[in-house]
């Protein structure tokens, strides 16, 4: 079995990876704690938190089945070698199964709270059936032959094509708002942490063990960690440079209307 050179490189490794789990775990709160305080999920994407769901739902299936499966972990090592790690983490697992707890809920937000009439798009649904089409005969054609890795790659693949598209209703919403009002900055700052964090737990595994397949055998985290980061950048760029002032005017709005009459100045209560 492989093992660690270097055990500071491990140590690194390690920390990176809990880290960039506290990151990615706590970046769901802030979006769920406002949909709750302001009782609305207006401003928030349907299509990408639906598309989110299924995007984290491959990523467990893919870690929790390359992390527990000695039978799948048999063929990883067949196909890249005796000598190579397995690209998984326990953070990685344990990512994944926060990662679809919390996105459900915030589903479950979206039934109850005000949603401003905002419905999931039949184009996101139809995503949703082709992806999960895919999955279900790709299952049953590893069922008849094993090819488990195989369809582990199929998940990947799924989740990546998620992590791509998830992120542009959200996006465009934005643009076409001129507002980024009712979604989490908190969500984009954590999340951009989780996905640098990411990157370099992959880097540490790839300079002890002196090969890069820990990259390409992954392909999945590591695009993961690239689009996250590529659209945390373009959603600070929305929330702090393109549409500060009319964020500015919602957040002071909000407070003018929380303040009581009797604190107002005398002329307003004329």
């Known amino acids: 079995m492989a093992s660690w050179n270097s055990a500071p490189l491990h140590v690194s490794y390690e920390v990176l990876g809990w880290f960039a789990f506290a990151c990615w775990s706590i970046s769901f709160y802030p979006q769920v ?29 893919y870690n929790a089945s390359l992390y527990f499966s000695s039978a799948i972990q048999k063929q990883y090592k067949n196909k890249y070698g005796q000598k190579e790690m397995i690209p998984v983490a326990a953070n990685d697992v344990a990512f994944s199964a926060h990662a679809v707890l919390l996105t459900a809920i915030s589903l479950f937000q979206i039934a109850i709270y005000e949603h401003g009439g905002q419905r999931i798009s039949k184009i996101a649904l139809g995503i949703l059936v082709v992806a999960w089409s895919i999955a279900a005969v790709c299952f049953f054609v590893s ?7 195989w369809l582990l790659s199929i998940f990947s693949g799924i989740q990546v094509c998620m992590t791509i598209i998830k992120y542009i209703p959200q996006a465009v919403m934005n643009f076409r708002r001129k507002s980024t009002e009712g979604w989490s900055i908190g969500n984009i700052l954590l999340d951009l942490s989780g996905g640098i964090t990411n990157y370099l737990q992959m880097v540490m595994q790839s300079v002890d063990q002196g090969s890069w397949v820990n990259f390409y055998g992954n392909i999945g985290k590591l695009l993961l ?46």
């Open 33 to 61: 704690i406002l949909n709750f305080r302001r009782k609305s999920v207006v401003g928030l994407n349907f299509d990408f938190i639906v598309l989110n769901l299924t995007k984290h739902t491959s990523y467990l299936i």
């Open 143 to 149: 069922l008849h032959n094993h090819h488990w890795l």
């Open 225 to 270: 960690s690239l689009v996250s980061v590529f659209f945390d950048i373009l959603f600070i760029c929305q929330h702090y440079l393109l549409y500060p002032s009319k964020r500015r005017r919602s957040e002071t709005n909000l407070e003018h209307d929380n303040v009581k009459p009797s604190d107002r100045p005398s002329s307003e209560n004329v």
